[in-house]
């Protein structure tokens, strides 16, 4: 079916229709007035090429076209990073798939359209979007360039003593190491072999503040890494004991120098109790206490709280345990360890192991074990571990107690998970958690972004990030941010990703308002370039020219 | 006419150039008094100068043409000029005017004109600035006072803006270093400012800097601890002598504010090393036997990082036992002295010493290095010869035997595990008979060493032990083998009650005693040996059960051994060791309970019913740690390392913690010496204000990182649904 474009209500448009009309009828005064004219033996031929002429101009102006149901097939468009080896090895598996220009593509047979590589201009995507017929998938086939790490990515913000993950993938040639620099400090080193691979880096943040750390590979800086460490609020823990005793005082001791504040409480007789008040503490956030001080009201009042319980100082196993399982309704239950003469038995820890069930989890690599009410309940089967420090090795200490004390910590609040790298003007979601009362809207920047409540967790909001300014921004309160600048190079492989998540929720919502209206046909438009139009009206003038001199 | 218009040119073009030189000097002259003035070089006395020179330049209007200024000189110094030059200026001349102007050409071609007088005017101008030259290079070593009086008269700054304008600068260092006269090493001077010099030696520093006047410099510990230099000319002197190592600073005080601050330098004082002994003999402990020679010689070499001064041996005899022991000490100088590192050698005449049986010689060696004022004294370890006495057996050794007899038997166990283990390291190296036959050996030694253990549980002894030989003569299938070995408790075999006959009991038989194990023979004369071995042994119940158990694994690992399994024998062997071993420390906690056996305490009726009428019912106990830990103060530096750090701009907070950080690093130099010096130095330069550089920041964050603790101490967490998790939790389960 033909069909016309022309804006028929505009006055030019008229005018020049008018001019067009009166152009032939002046045309035909001119050629045929003459009534000998008429006569001619070649009057049909000079007619018809005279109306060949007019139609020409006719066509010129009104540019008529074809609107047939399009066809469906698969395009491929290859980004300006991508090399020829790589995009021929696509074709050849691709056969049936027509390849597209990257500067002037038609969107108007395909149905999907594999886009190659990342290095596209922004007219590229401003036409799949103003395109009458677009593609309804869209494909993404990454291109990674040797000794370029992709999909890098962390956490944004977290907090001092918290495992910050870097993970990535690497396409590499060559053998070769990949090192995580800090300064001029190695925090972590992998071993990358030839072809593709990924790789991930886990070590707890260390500062408090902004950090930025670079990949080196084979000694080359490849990228750099920055993220926000906020502080660690410090514990308040409460000793619970039926006698004081060097193990705990030593721990007691090791936390208040930490920075946590400590209530130790002992028995020292009948009616007379010993305590010992570290750096002012308050309501406790972790209670430790020996089995003798089991069940009482008090532990379960902080155990509803959300606090955590740790009971240490074990005699009696199976009856101490047994009185654990009671009091907290949990489901401890310990082994003793198969004596193994070659090995060298510890006096650090109690000779049994605990038998971990579905809802426990180890805290340390010595037997201590957690089960989540609504706080913790752990029970230690540590033995001495004082000789550590008195020995001087505080940092083994330190670690052993740390990542006991860790596991204990309540839930922190005012918590935000984003992952990094975020960009200037991508979309960035975040997850923001127990924030006590949840503000209605986040400062960042200069920007306000909204929250969104989790229908499934109500301290739980989600937003979405669109910054504008690159580089550190304030965020929350007293926490920053970093933004990469748009001239970054991972930014195009981060803009194709959000376009095509994007597409794919635009496209969905096509589908879904196509199955409740009444679904269009899916068209194409074959319309003759103005050059044919030129041309024939050259021909045209010429044949006409020609029959006058013949 | 040609020529005296060239004169007239070149008299104006020489004006024009003599009233540039004038705003020129005059420009000098005033920047150079006030450079003298403000005592500085800024760009504000530049001002100045290009301010006099516009000025002059309106004065002396420079920018005008200068041509009827030149031709009324040439006028006033040429006569024949007949004050009519103006005529050239004219266009329409009448007669007579041109009439003069060719007289006057034809008589100005003969005349000359003094163009030297011109530059008269310049004298002045010339005076100017030899006054201003005078001024500027004059007035600093004019006495201090005059330039104050000068200044005030002046009154050109205010006093604060010359403050700052002329603060000084460190124009050179120089070290000099000299080291005590006993080490022998030359003095030595340099311009380096971190100190490494041998410990007690004397350093010169020699300090100039610019602006120097009214300033007093100082040297800086990093306690804050100061100390004086001595002004000498322009210069400033400080001698003192290195006694620790220890970071120092310069700092240089005008009307006692702080004008200048060097960064922080090291001073590293390397101890003088005491002589290094490294005797010949590395047995401490020898008999001296009668056969022996009585000349004993010994040598060591010694060294020391400058000179030993003296060298001897001191030897101690000790004679006696009991209460009644003498000791004689003498001491041997020894040959050559004074010398870096040499061989000592010295031959001791025990006869000279008096050396008799049963005597003991301590000796050790011990020299002296040249180290002024007190020299380091070092000695060896202390040597014992002791002279066997064989007149004498104490009776201690003969009870011991007895009981070393023990130990031996659990070595033997170790050894059939060492044995088996070895076997099964070479199985691949030996043919298959030879790895039986050895197999078979070690399955007999297990046999020896559960036999033995069988005696002390009074089981029978058997002097022909023994599989037989390799092949087995007793059964062909070799299944007869396996009974024989395996130890039943199911009702069959040797260990079944009741079925396998008990061998004869012959006690009291003389004939019998020689077909024992010789060692049987000998415990026969000391343990108390009755019928029922049972009753008899000196074992409680616990011991004689594990001793029991330890046979049991004994006799499974023999049965694997003999029928060539010896990886399967390993676990009995091991299990069998460590039976052996629990019995070893049950027999020992016997001896130790033989004591006082105190009545058990009754714990929960006697706790907490102390008398507690004269306690204090308050025992409520304060305490705080206001002091950060190491770790946190490196981890808020750190954060902020990644800021744009601009100078002199640091916040609060983070001149706090390197404040508090570098102090307290500062005052551990002493004891973990210089190891964090580098670290410092950066640290010290960002707390000045002073701007840091890249390769700075990296070695600043490379130092603190390890510093920061870094263990695990929180686990991200959210807080949920507190319904939605308990179900589950429950859905876990």
Request: glycine content about 6%; aromatic content about 10%.
């Amino acid at each position: 079916m033909i069909n016309i474009d022309f804006d028929w209500s505009e006055t030019v448009s008229q005018a020049i229709l008018s001019l067009l009309i009166l152009l032939l009828i002046a045309y035909f005064w001119i050629v045929f007035r003459k009534p000998e004219a008429t006569r001619a033996s070649r009057f049909w031929v000079k007619f018809c090429l005279h109306i060949l002429l007019w139609l020409s101009l006719l066509g010129l102006v009104l540019k008529p076209y074809v609107v047939r149901t399009a066809k469906t097939g698969t395009a491929l468009i290859f980004g300006n990073e991508v090399p020829s080896a790589f995009s021929d090895q696509i074709t050849d598996s691709l056969q049936a798939a027509e390849i597209l220009s990257i500067n002037k593509p038609g969107f108007s047979q395909i149905d999907t359209l594999v886009v190659v590589g990342e290095d596209f201009p922004q007219s590229f995507f401003e036409r799949i979007m103003l395109s009458q017929c677009q593609p309804q998938c869209m494909q993404w086939i990454p291109f990674e360039q040797t000794g370029h790490i992709k999909n890098l990515n962390w956490k944004g913000i977290l907090r001092q003593g918290e495992i910050q993950r870097i993970a990535g993938s690497l396409n590499e040639n060559k053998k070769g190491l990949l090192k995580l620099k800090y300064g001029n400090a190695f925090i972590d080193s992998v071993l990358v072999r030839s072809g593709r691979q990924v790789f991930n880096f886990a070590f707890p943040a260390f500062s408090n503040g902004r950090t930025l750390m670079t990949l080196e590979l084979n000694g080359k800086t490849t990228d750099t890494i920055r993220f926000y460490s906020r502080k660690l609020e410090s514990l308040k823990i409460r000793f619970l004991l039926d006698s004081p005793d060097f193990e705990t005082r030593t721990l007691a001791s090791w936390l208040g120098k930490n920075g946590h504040s400590v209530d130790y409480v002992s028995s020292l007789s009948k009616n007379m109790v010993s305590e010992v008040k570290i750096n002012d503490s308050g309501e406790p956030d972790i209670l430790i206490v020996d089995p003798q001080n089991l069940g009482k009201d008090l532990d379960k009042k902080y155990l509803e709280k959300g606090k955590s319980i740790l009971v240490l100082n074990l005699g009696d196993l199976s009856t101490d345990i047994n009185a654990i399982n009671k009091s907290f309704k949990t489901h401890f239950q310990v082994k003793a360890n198969i004596k193994d003469s070659t090995k060298n038995t510890s006096e650090t820890t109690l000779p049994y192991h605990f038998v971990l069930t579905g809802s426990q989890i180890s805290l340390s690599k010595f037997p201590v074990t957690a089960e989540k009410k609504s706080g913790m309940i752990a029970v230690s089967l540590l033995n001495q571990t004082y000789p550590m420090i008195l020995s001087g090795d505080s940092l083994a200490y330190s670690k052993v107690w740390c990542e006991i004390m860790a596991g204990l910590r309540p839930v922190t609040k005012s918590n935000i998970d984003i992952q990094s790298p975020v960009y200037q003007y991508i979309d960035k979601n975040m997850i923001l958690n127990n924030f006590g009362p949840m503000p209605d809207f986040l400062k960042v920047g200069q920007d306000s972004i909204f929250l969104g409540p989790s229908a499934i967790n109500p301290r739980t909001s989600t937003a979405t990030l669109r910054a504008g300014k690159s580089g550190w921004v304030s965020f929350v309160d007293s926490l920053e941010l970093y933004v990469e600048a748009k001239s970054e190079s991972r930014f195009k492989s981060a803009y194709m990703a959000d376009f095509l998540r994007k597409y794919e929720v635009y496209q969905s919502e096509l589908q879904y308002s196509k199955t409740t209206d009444k679904a269009p046909v899916r068209t194409s438009k074959k319309e003759m370039p103005e050059w044919v139009w030129f041309s024939l009206i050259l021909c045209a003038l010429l044949a006409i020219w020609i029959e006058e001199k013949i | 006419m040609a020529d005296l218009n060239a004169l007239i040119r070149k008299v104006s073009w020489q004006l024009s150039v003599i009233g540039f030189l004038k705003c020129l000097m005059l420009a000098a002259s005033g920047y150079m008094i006030l450079c003298a003035i403000l005592d500085t070089q800024t760009s504000l006395n530049l001002l100045f100068a290009l301010t006099i020179f516009c000025f002059a330049i309106w004065i002396f209007r420079v920018y005008q043409s200068s041509k009827s200024k030149a031709v009324n000189l040439i006028h006033r110094y040429v006569n024949v000029s007949e004050y009519s030059l103006e005529l050239y200026q004219k266009s329409d001349l009448n007669f007579a005017e041109q009439l003069q102007l060719a007289r006057i050409d034809s008589q100005m071609s003969k005349a000359e004109f003094p163009h030297l007088k011109l530059y008269n005017d310049l004298k002045l101008y010339f005076g100017v600035m030899g006054v201003a030259v005078i001024f500027y290079f004059g007035i600093p070593f004019l006495p201090k006072t005059i330039t104050e009086k000068k200044v005030t008269a002046l009154n050109l700054r205010p006093i604060k803006a010359k403050a700052i304008s002329a603060a000084p600068e460190l124009t050179s260092a120089t070290i000099r270093i000299v080291s005590p006269s006993y080490t022998g090493i030359p003095e030595r001077s340099s311009d380096e400012m971190n100190i490494t010099a041998i410990s007690g030696s004397q350093i010169v520093w020699e300090i100039a800097l610019t602006n120097s006047y009214d300033v007093t410099l100082k040297l800086s510990n990093t306690r804050g601890e100061e100390v004086a230099f001595r002004r000498v000319n322009e210069n400033f002197i400080y001698k003192d002598r290195l006694t620790g190592s220890g970071l120092y600073a310069i700092k240089g005080y005008r009307n006692g504010i702080l004008s200048y601050e060097s960064e922080f330098y090291k001073m590293e004082a390397i101890p003088d090393e005491p002589v290094k002994i490294e005797p010949a003999s590395r047995e401490l402990y020898q008999y001296h036997l009668l056969k022996d020679d009585k000349k004993l010689r010994v040598s060591a070499s010694m060294s020391d990082d400058f000179k030993v001064k003296q060298s001897f041996i001191v030897a101690t005899v000790a004679r006696g036992s009991g209460e009644n022991v003498k000791f004689r000490e003498v001491k041997f100088p020894l040959f050559p002295t004074d010398f870096k590192k040499a061989r000592v050698e010295k031959t001791i005449d025990l006869n000279q010493l008096g050396f008799a049986p049963g005597d003991e010689l301590y000796y050790y060696w011990a020299a002296i290095d040249n180290k002024q004022p007190m020299a380091n004294f070092s000695k060896s370890d202390t040597y014992f010869l002791v002279y066997k006495d064989t007149a004498q057996i104490e009776e201690s050794e003969l009870a011991t035997m007895a009981v070393n007899l023990v130990p031996e038997y659990f070595r033997s166990q170790r050894q059939i595990i060492i044995d088996t283990e070895k076997l099964l390291a070479k199985e691949k190296k030996l043919s298959k008979k030879e790895f039986n036959e050895i197999s078979n050996e070690i399955g007999f030694d297990q046999k020896v060493l559960r036999l033995r253990y069988g005696q002390y549980l009074g089981e029978e002894f058997e002097t022909n032990i023994g599989g037989g030989p390799l092949g087995g003569e007793s059964n062909a299938d070799g299944a007869g083998i396996i009974d024989a070995f395996t130890h039943h408790s199911d009702g069959h075999g040797e260990g079944a009650g009741g079925q396998a006959p008990e061998p004869e009991h012959h006690h009291g038989n003389e004939s019998k005693v020689a077909s024992k194990d010789p060692l049987a023979a000998l415990m026969e004369q000391y343990v108390h040996n009755h019928d029922d071995g049972e009753a008899n042994t000196f074992y409680e119940q616990s011991t004689r059960s594990l001793l029991k158990m330890a046979l049991e694994q004994m006799w499974q690992s023999e049965l694997h051994l003999r029928i060539y399994e010896p990886k399967q024998a390993l676990p009995f062997e091991y299990k069998a060791l460590e039976y052996l071993k629990s019995a070893q420390q049950k027999a020992r906690t016997y001896v130790k309970k033989s004591g006082y056996d105190p009545p058990p305490i009754k714990e929960k009726e006697k706790r907490l019913t102390g008398e507690m009428k004269d306690l204090s019912a308050d025992l409520t106990l304060s305490r705080k740690y206001e002091k950060s830990t190491t770790a946190v103060l490196a981890a808020e530096i750190l954060g902020y390392l990644d800021h744009q750090i601009t100078r002199g701009k640091l916040p609060a907070n983070i001149q706090f913690a390197a404040g508090t950080l570098s102090q307290r690093l500062v005052q551990n130099v002493p004891f973990n010496g210089m190891q964090n010096w580098a670290g410092l130095k950066i640290l010290q330069k960002m707390m000045s204000g002073k701007e840091l550089n890249v390769l700075e920041i990296n070695q600043l964050k490379s130092w603190l990182y390890r510093k920061t603790d870094r263990d695990i101490s929180n686990r991200q967490d959210y807080l949920s649904a507190e319904k939605l998790e308990q179900v589950f939790r429950e859905q876990l389960r």
